[in-house]
């Protein structure tokens, strides 16, 4: 029989693709006590951390260091979320880089990630995907339903380092959806952009070429077109968003827009 906590010190996994390395206690009845991860590394992750048990009978986790692969852990979350295998944890972070896609990682990154009852109920991210002003992104999860807010005080270089759009210069980001409680239903939401500008949009040129707005296709092809505001309502579901009544406003052109992404 054992007497007092058991430690299990140092231990080393290595395979092909994957290097973990720490410790861990435990108490006589073997029920966890605390771990340790001095290193973890799996394709682009590379990390350090701890973990602890926490009151809702999961685990607290803390990790940094130079990489983590987000989009790996949120299709590894989503798998266990629909086959109710995970328990509770929250995960606090700081992290050089973090991966979302297989093109250009978040600089950075702190935040916190609340996990309970099978969903996420809290996550908040601060980051940076290009050199000026970070973003933010915050989830929570209320009596009505979950509520995401994301931020950015440059639109431009945020939509352009995310490869959404690279012609866009300036502007304040907010985009804001709601899924109601219980709901396997759509995100309904806004996504609006303030004083931004276009410039060398081939599209849009066409277009006004098309038109015969010369003036407006000169200063498109120049200095770029001044919007006051974009605004467009939308719902995302399934991987698909739908948006209806999108409406940009300049000094020199306004335009309407609908469709899905």
């Not at 007497?3 to 435990?26: H, R, W």
């Not at 250009?104 to 996420?120: L, M, Q, S, W, Y």
């Not at 407006?216 to 309502?233: E, Q, T, W, Y």
């Not at 948006?243 to 899905?260: F, Y």
Request: proline content about 3%; overall charge negative.
């Amino acid at each position: 029989e054992t007497s007092g906590p058991i430690s299990i010190q140092n231990f080393k996994l290595i395979t092909t693709d994957l290097e973990l390395s720490g410790g861990a206690k435990f108490d006589d009845s073997w029920e966890f006590i605390s771990g340790k991860i001095s290193n973890f590394s799996l394709g682009r992750s590379n990390f350090h951390g701890t973990i602890l048990p926490n009151e809702n009978n999961g685990f607290a986790l803390k990790i940094a260091g130079a990489s983590l692969d987000a989009n790996t852990l949120i299709q590894t979350t989503v798998k266990a979320e629909q086959d109710n295998e995970l328990p509770s944890f929250t995960l606090d972070f700081i992290l050089d880089n973090v991966w979302f896609n297989g093109k250009k990682p978040v600089r950075d990154v702190t935040g916190i990630a609340v996990f309970d009852e099978n969903e996420f109920k809290k996550i908040n991210i601060k980051g940076h995907v290009g050199f000026k002003d970070p973003f933010k992104f915050t989830l929570e999860s209320g009596t009505t339903g979950k509520r995401f807010i994301l931020s950015s005080n440059d639109a431009g270089e945020f939509l352009k380092d995310i490869d959404v759009i690279e012609t866009m210069r300036g502007g304040k980001l907010r985009v804001v959806g709601f899924q109601k409680v219980g709901s396997e239903g759509p995100w309904i939401g806004n996504f609006t952009i303030s004083n931004f500008m276009m410039v060398d949009a081939p599209l849009l040129a066409r277009m006004l070429s098309l038109a015969s707005l010369t003036g407006i296709f000169n200063a498109l092809s120049g200095k770029g077109i001044k919007f006051v505001h974009l605004d467009a309502p939308f719902s995302y579901a399934e991987g698909i968003a739908k948006i209806k009544n999108a409406r940009a406003v300049g000094s020199q052109l306004g335009i309407t827009a609908e469709g899905d992404v």
